[in-house]
């Protein structure tokens, strides 16, 4: 992936309250003061975020029934990522971030004001959220060029691959330090607001679906319609 000094996060109020875990429309038409916060908590998150990317890309090698092996040596484990990266002649591995300052400051304004803080902490998951999709869209606009497709994003946590089993792998192939971000026990980043991925691209990929599709919590998400 090309380097960028700067990410451009195109984040709305109605973002920033399903960061919430809100409906939008349903707090427009009961709470105007409440949508209005999420304006203000945007104006002010926005400035706090620091938006970092660390990628690498692997040529595969090969594929067996639970491995996906990478030339250099590396490879992957697991039943459900290898079925969905399986026809990949590459793998981009993704760590991105906002940084700590916004999350700092959302635990900071919840101990006086929990309504503006939970503000704030929508805006920062709806923050990384928008950087993950920033970094799909130049992958698959740089695939396009070279005449390849790419799968859905691809994270710890879907279905058939467990956070525990995902992402000590991502972190053996990512220089997630160079940006910040460490892996804790129990496979939680920090800082918070920060997102793994894996994008399989190739001839032969199969480029449709959602990542909703794949998502533990797809039978009971209210946002997994949207979009």
């Known amino acids: ?9 195109e984040i709305t109020a109605d973002d920033v309250l399903r ?33 970092q990317v660390a990628e690498e890309r692997f040529s595969v090698a090969s594929v067996g029934h639970d491995r996906l092996q990478l030339k250099g040596g590396a490879s992957l484990k697991g039943a459900g990522i290898v079925h969905h990266l399986a026809p990949t002649t590459e793998v ?19 101990n006086d004001d929990i309504v503006r803080g939970l503000a704030l902490y929508g805006v920062g998951s709806a923050a990384v959220e928008a950087l993950a999709n920033a970094v799909c869209r ?52 920090t800082p918070l607001k920060s997102l793994s991925m894996m994008i399989g691209l190739g001839k032969n990929v199969a480029d449709q679906g959602r990542t909703c599709d794949y998502c533990a919590m797809k039978e009971t998400c209210r946002h997994r319609d949207r979009g």
């Open 1 to 9: 992936m090309r380097h960028k000094e700067t990410w451009k996060l």
């Open 19 to 51: 960061g919430q875990g809100a409906d939008p429309a349903a707090v427009k038409a009961r709470s105007p003061r409440l949508f209005q916060l999420a304006e203000e908590a945007l104006e002010e998150g926005l400035g706090l975020a620091q938006p």
């Open 92 to 110: 981009s591995v993704v760590v991105c971030t906002i940084g700590p300052a916004l999350d700092d400051r959302s635990s900071a304004v919840m």
């Open 138 to 189: 130049q992958v698959e606009s740089e695939a396009a060029e070279r005449g390849l497709k790419t799968t859905i994003p691809l994270s710890p946590g879907m279905i058939g691959w467990a956070v525990e089993e995902g992402q000590p792998q991502i972190f053996e192939l990512v220089d997630a330090g160079r940006i910040g971000v460490a892996l804790k026990p129990g496979g939680v980043m």
